[in-house]
């Protein structure tokens, strides 16, 4: 299974990678921006599992951040971590949206604790709020019919089995997924199945979804390792 991926928004250069070592110290992947245009750009693309947010950031500010993504209806968990720690900041935060506060300095080991907590949470949500739908490159997909209706207007009916396949890609946009880790979550014990059947999936998917499926833009094989879904 892929690990979560933490982006840490931090315009502090020393503490950025002082985040950011640590939290690969514990397995997660992390990225590093340090202001607050380019964070929120880089949280639309996707791919986030767990925001690390300072309200103090050149361009656009923290608080502001959060009341876009939220305005969006970006549901990507927040932890803002910040010198503003006053009760009147911190209220503002978490009626923003915000899912947890922790004000500067911070003791390193709680930090790593309250993240484990949210991406913990966020899990258990995902399970119990599974994609429904899912648009990218003018093709519009209903998983829970089966429907969709791709990028030329025509209507098709998909498998449950690619139904399942796709929302699990999707689940997971930007980020390698092995063909073991699909054989084990979709697939599970189906002695039938083997890594060239995923590789069929894919090939149907580029041929429905893909304006070029010669030239895939959504959907990556990546070769010896596996898969890779760009929105």
């Known amino acids: 299974m892929s690990s979560p991926w933490i982006l840490v928004v931090e315009d502090e250069p020393l503490l950025g990678e002082l985040l950011v070592d640590n939290l690969r ?102 399970a119990l709020e599974p994609i429904r739908k899912i648009e990218f490159g003018g093709n519009r997909v209903d998983l829970d019919t089966f429907e969709a209706v791709t990028h030329d207007g025509t209507e098709v009916q998909l498998t449950n089995r690619e139904a399942q396949l796709l929302r699990y890609l999707a689940g997971k946009p930007r980020k390698v997924v092995s063909r073991k880790e699909l054989l084990d979550n979709i697939w599970g014990l189906d002695a039938a199945t083997t890594p060239r059947t995923i590789d069929n999936f894919i090939a149907r998917f580029r041929k429905l979804f893909e304006k070029d499926p010669r030239d895939p833009v959504h959907f990556h094989t990546l070769r010896g390792v596996g898969y890779r879904f760009e929105p």
């Open 25 to 126: 110290h514990e397995g997660y992947g992390t990225e590093l921006v340090q202001d607050g245009r380019t964070a929120l750009e880089r949280i639309r693309e996707g791919g986030i599992d767990l925001v690390i947010l300072d309200l103090m950031l050149p361009g656009i500010d923290g608080l502001k951040i959060l009341e876009t993504l939220r305005g969006e209806d970006n549901p990507v968990p927040v932890l803002i971590l910040s010198a503003r720690s006053r009760d009147l900041d911190r209220v503002k935060g978490l009626a923003l949206g915000a899912d947890d506060y922790l004000g500067k300095p911070f003791n390193l080991r709680e930090l790593l604790l309250r993240v484990q907590a949210l991406l913990r949470r966020a899990l258990k949500k995902e």
